[in-house]
């Protein structure tokens, strides 16, 4: 059973764009001569059912294709091709991302397109994806990840995606991409580049990866910043201590300056002063009960997360007669 490609061609190299599908079952690459034909096979030792599947799905990307719908047609390509690989698929994959500006991504279904041809025999489809390759390739923008030489074993991936470390340039898709880099026992590494220059080369150097923290050194991490916190709420309990203490003595003073509920102008400023010493009393004991609280919840608890922050700003309103209390964190 053979599954027929459909060719579109393109005005100008430069940018990649199709025109109109010259004529059905015939392979799509850029500036591909009208009367070449080709009828890439598929793989015989597929199932009848998975080729027929296969083909369905082909000649939907087909009909989406023609209809400038390639976001929709790349699903079914990829879709036929999982079921039954065929260069022919590969190659119209390919034409789909040249619509779209993702000009990595087709040069990497070319590259597997001329693959598939050489497997299946097909000279003249691998022909056009070569020719097609040379054409983008002066527009692509690559990318070297050169990692750091040592013995521990460091995997990187793209965009999520596995990555031999072999230190060869990898073309991109325009736009952000994202580099990571992580080996067994150590801190994962990334790094976010992004791909503008067309026809440039971006060298990304892996640095050492840094020893991952082990289960007792978080452990003791989070300790630690339960013993800030309780010491932190303790601190707040005794100033509010401090506080309540100079509130009865204000009030005290405060008694001496009055008679029968009315009181001098001394006796006045002395109770307002007791009422906004207790009111900050009140504050950091309610606050230094609750932070020590948590700080002790913590110390028994100490969960083992390696990356831990936690800080406890006080803020006085003079004017307000008011204290405010910050607490951030990240855990």
Not at 301 to 323: D, L, M, N
Request: proline share 6%; charged share 20%.
């Amino acid at each position: 059973m053979k599954r027929v490609a459909t060719l579109v061609t393109f005005t100008t190299a430069l940018h990649f764009l199709s025109h109109s599908a010259r004529a059905e079952n015939q392979p799509a690459t850029p500036d591909t001569p009208s009367s070449a034909v080709t009828q890439p096979k598929t793989d015989a030792s597929q199932p009848k059912e998975s080729q027929g599947s296969a083909d369905e799905l082909f000649r939907q990307g087909v009909l989406l294709m023609k209809s400038d719908n390639c976001p929709e047609a790349i699903v079914q390509f990829q879709r036929s091709q999982e079921l039954d690989p065929s260069g022919a698929t590969l190659l119209n994959l390919a034409t789909c991302y040249v619509r779209l500006g993702r000009t990595g991504s087709a040069w990497r279904a070319y590259r597997q397109a001329a693959e598939a041809a050489k497997s299946e025999g097909d000279d003249d489809l691998g022909e056009r994806a070569f020719r097609a390759m040379s054409i983008i390739a002066p527009r692509l923008t690559q990318i070297i990840i050169i990692a750091p030489r040592g013995t521990t074993p460091i995997s990187l991936t793209l965009n999520g995606q596995p990555l031999p470390n072999d230190g060869q340039p990898v073309p991109l898709d325009p736009g952000e991409h994202v580099v990571e880099a992580t080996a067994p026992g150590r801190q994962p590494w990334q790094r976010v580049v992004k791909a503008s220059e067309i026809g440039a080369t971006l060298v990304i150097d892996v640095p050492e990866l840094q020893p991952a923290l082990q289960s007792s050194q978080r452990n003791t991490t989070w300790r630690t910043i339960a013993g800030i916190g309780m010491g932190t709420g303790a601190l707040s309990i005794a100033i509010g201590s401090v506080f309540g203490i100079s509130a009865i003595v204000a009030n005290n003073e405060a008694k001496s300056n009055c008679r029968d509920g009315r009181c001098n102008a001394a006796g006045v400023d002395l109770r307002n002063d007791a009422m906004h010493k207790a009111t900050l009393s009140n504050y950091f004991m309610g606050i230094g009960a609750l932070v020590a609280a948590g700080g002790a919840i913590l110390w028994f608890t100490a969960p083992a997360h390696a990356e831990t922050s936690f800080s406890i700003a006080p803020s006085f309103g003079a004017a307000e007669k008011r204290v405010d209390v910050s607490v951030r964190g990240r855990l």
